[in-house]
């Protein structure tokens, strides 16, 4: 399956709601999966101007979503959201 195909299931899926909102839905799904932390700023720059990034980022925390850019957070990001809260 390809990154975009997987990328408009997420996007459909009935348990996400909000994903219909997100500032994401017409970008390039590549752009939130980046190969380097610097490639990701251009995809942090949409996540800042989300009306539901606080759910996205709340969805990837509970789903442990391990890769790509959620909720204005990269991976490294939330691993040190999870570990705090632990």
């Known amino acids: ?16 709601p909000w994903a219909a909102y997100g500032a994401c839905r017409t970008a390039d799904p590549d752009l939130f ?4 932390e610097m490639e990701a700023a251009h ?15 709340d969805y990837a925390l509970m789903a442990r979503e391990r890769y790509g850019i959620w909720g204005g957070t990269t991976e490294r990001e939330r691993r040190r ?3 705090r809260s632990a």
Request: charged residues 25%.
């Open 81 to 83: 959201l999870l570990r």
């Open 33 to 36: 999966f980046p190969a380097t």
């Open 43 to 57: 995809a942090l720059r949409i996540c800042a101007t989300c009306p539901v990034q606080e759910e996205c980022l």
């Open 1 to 16: 399956m390809t990154t975009r195909a997987m990328w408009s299931d997420l996007l459909q899926a009935d348990e996400r």
